[in-house]
C-alpha cells in the first residue's frame, strides 16, 4: 500500500489519532530502545533513520529513513516503512514529510494541551511551518483559544497561520500563556527572563544534535517534560544545552500514567521532544487498517 501525503492528509482524523497517541504514550516501553541514527551529508542536508516503531498489541513495526534539507520545501523528505511484524512483510510505504509533520504535531498538541494550565487560553507560534500547523489543528481540537499570535522569520508564512502576528520571538512569549516554538535554529530564541511562572512551552526545533531553541538557564529554572531521557541527553534539547537527564522532572508517560502531576504553577513548565519511533508506528498502522483498495495505491514488489 502506497499512501502519498494527499490520501494521508485525506485519511487523518484528529480526535481519533489523539487518542492512539495518549494511549500509546501510556502503553510504550524502552524495550527494545528506540534508535535514532543520524549523519551529515556533503551540503546542506542531512539523514536520520527512526527505528523500530514498536507498540504492545500491534502485530507490525516501523522503519523510517528521512533526509533533512532546511531550505527546501518541504524540508523533511524520505519514507516509512511499515512491515510485519513476523514475516517482515513490506505493508505500507508512507509519505514521511506528511506522516510526521502529523504525528509529531499532534503528540506536541496532546503534550501542550495535558501540561499547559487549564485556564491557559493565549496560544502563541515561533515558527510558523508545517509542525505549527498540525500542531495548532490539534490544540483548536482539545480546547478553545482566546488568542492566537506567531512570529515567523517569513510574515506570510506566519499570516497563514494567523492573521495576529508578533514582532518577535520574544512577543510572543510575552503575551501568550502557551508557547510552541517550531524553528530550525541552532542558537536559543528564548531565555529564562523571558517566560514566567504558570507558562508552558513546548519545543520542537531541538531533534538532533546542535539545534536548541531554548536556553540554558530558562531550561534549568523551568520544570522540564521530555518524550524519552536517553534521547534527550544524547540528541535533545537536554544535551544540545549541556544539560544531564538530572535536568528533566520526568517523561510525558509518567504525566499521562499519573506518576507525574501535570501542572507546577510555581515556575514555567517545558516539553521538550525528540520524536519516537512507537509514534511512526502508531499513525501509519491507523492509516494502513483505515485505508480501503479504492483510496490507495497498491503494488507488489515482488511481481
Same mark, same amino acid.
Given at each position: 500500500m502506497v499512501l502519498t501525503r494527499s490520501r494521508i492528509d485525506a485519511l487523518i482524523d484528529i480526535g481519533n489519532v489523539l487518542a492512539?497517541?495518549?494511549?500509546?504514550?501510556?502503553?510504550?516501553? *524502552?524495550? +527494545?530502545?528506540?534508535?535514532?541514527?543520524?549523519?551529515?551529508?556533503p551540503g546542506p542536508g542531512t539523514a536520520t533513520c527512526l527505528m523500530p516503531g514498536l507498540l504492545p498489541g500491534v502485530p507490525a513495526y516501523t522503519v523510517k529513513v528521512n533526509a533533512k534539507f532546511p531550505d527546501a520545501i518541504p524540508a523533511l523528505r524520505g519514507v516509512v516503512c511499515l512491515h510485519d511484524l513476523h514475516t517482515g512483510e513490506l505493508l505500507a510505504l508512507a509519505d514521511s514529510a506528511s506522516l510526521t509533520a502529523w504525528r509529531t504535531g499532534l503528540a506536541a498538541a496532546l503534550a501542550t494541551h495535558t501540561? *499547559?494550565? +487549564?485556564?491557559a487560553d493565549t496560544l502563541g507560534f515561533i515558527g510558523a511551518g508545517a509542525q505549527a500547523r498540525t500542531t495548532l489543528a490539534g490544540l483548536r481540537h482539545l480546547r478553545s483559544w482566546r488568542h492566537t499570535s506567531a512570529y515567523d522569520l517569513n510574515p506570510a508564512r506566519a499570516r497563514e497561520l494567523t492573521p495576529h502576528l508578533a514582532g518577535d520571538a520574544r512577543a510572543v512569549a510575552a503575551h501568550s500563556d502557551v508557547v510552541v516554538l517550531a524553528t530550525w535554529s541552532r542558537q536559543p530564541v528564548l531565555h529564562g527572563s523571558d517566560t514566567h511562572a504558570g507558562q508552558h512551552l513546548t519545543s520542537l526545533g531541538a531533534d538532533e544534535p546542535g539545534k536548541n531553541e531554548l536556553s540554558t538557564d530558562l531550561l534549568r529554572s523551568a520544570r522540564v517534560i521530555v518524550d524519552d531521557l536517553d534521547l534527550a541527553c544524547a540528541a535533545g534539547a537536554l544535551g544540545n544545552a549541556g544539560l544531564d537527564a538530572d535536568a528533566a522532572a520526568g517523561t510525558l508517560t509518567d504525566v499521562l500514567r499519573g506518576d507525574l502531576p501535570a501542572h507546577d504553577q510555581s515556575r514555567a513548565s517545558v516539553y521538550v521532544p525528540v520524536g519516537l519511533p512507537w509514534q511512526d508506528l502508531a499513525l501509519l498502522w491507523w492509516l494502513h487498517q483505515h485505508a480501503t483498495a479504492t483510496q490507495v495505491t497498491t503494488i507488489d514488489l515482488l511481481s
Amino acid at each position: 500500500m502506497v499512501l502519498t501525503r494527499s490520501r494521508i492528509d485525506a485519511l487523518i482524523d484528529i480526535g481519533n489519532v489523539l487518542a492512539l497517541l495518549r494511549e500509546g504514550f501510556r502503553a510504550s516501553t *524502552a524495550s +527494545p530502545a528506540p534508535l535514532r541514527i543520524r549523519t551529515d551529508l556533503p551540503g546542506p542536508g542531512t539523514a536520520t533513520c527512526l527505528m523500530p516503531g514498536l507498540l504492545p498489541g500491534v502485530p507490525a513495526y516501523t522503519v523510517k529513513v528521512n533526509a533533512k534539507f532546511p531550505d527546501a520545501i518541504p524540508a523533511l523528505r524520505g519514507v516509512v516503512c511499515l512491515h510485519d511484524l513476523h514475516t517482515g512483510e513490506l505493508l505500507a510505504l508512507a509519505d514521511s514529510a506528511s506522516l510526521t509533520a502529523w504525528r509529531t504535531g499532534l503528540a506536541a498538541a496532546l503534550a501542550t494541551h495535558t501540561l *499547559a494550565h +487549564p485556564d491557559a487560553d493565549t496560544l502563541g507560534f515561533i515558527g510558523a511551518g508545517a509542525q505549527a500547523r498540525t500542531t495548532l489543528a490539534g490544540l483548536r481540537h482539545l480546547r478553545s483559544w482566546r488568542h492566537t499570535s506567531a512570529y515567523d522569520l517569513n510574515p506570510a508564512r506566519a499570516r497563514e497561520l494567523t492573521p495576529h502576528l508578533a514582532g518577535d520571538a520574544r512577543a510572543v512569549a510575552a503575551h501568550s500563556d502557551v508557547v510552541v516554538l517550531a524553528t530550525w535554529s541552532r542558537q536559543p530564541v528564548l531565555h529564562g527572563s523571558d517566560t514566567h511562572a504558570g507558562q508552558h512551552l513546548t519545543s520542537l526545533g531541538a531533534d538532533e544534535p546542535g539545534k536548541n531553541e531554548l536556553s540554558t538557564d530558562l531550561l534549568r529554572s523551568a520544570r522540564v517534560i521530555v518524550d524519552d531521557l536517553d534521547l534527550a541527553c544524547a540528541a535533545g534539547a537536554l544535551g544540545n544545552a549541556g544539560l544531564d537527564a538530572d535536568a528533566a522532572a520526568g517523561t510525558l508517560t509518567d504525566v499521562l500514567r499519573g506518576d507525574l502531576p501535570a501542572h507546577d504553577q510555581s515556575r514555567a513548565s517545558v516539553y521538550v521532544p525528540v520524536g519516537l519511533p512507537w509514534q511512526d508506528l502508531a499513525l501509519l498502522w491507523w492509516l494502513h487498517q483505515h485505508a480501503t483498495a479504492t483510496q490507495v495505491t497498491t503494488i507488489d514488489l515482488l511481481s
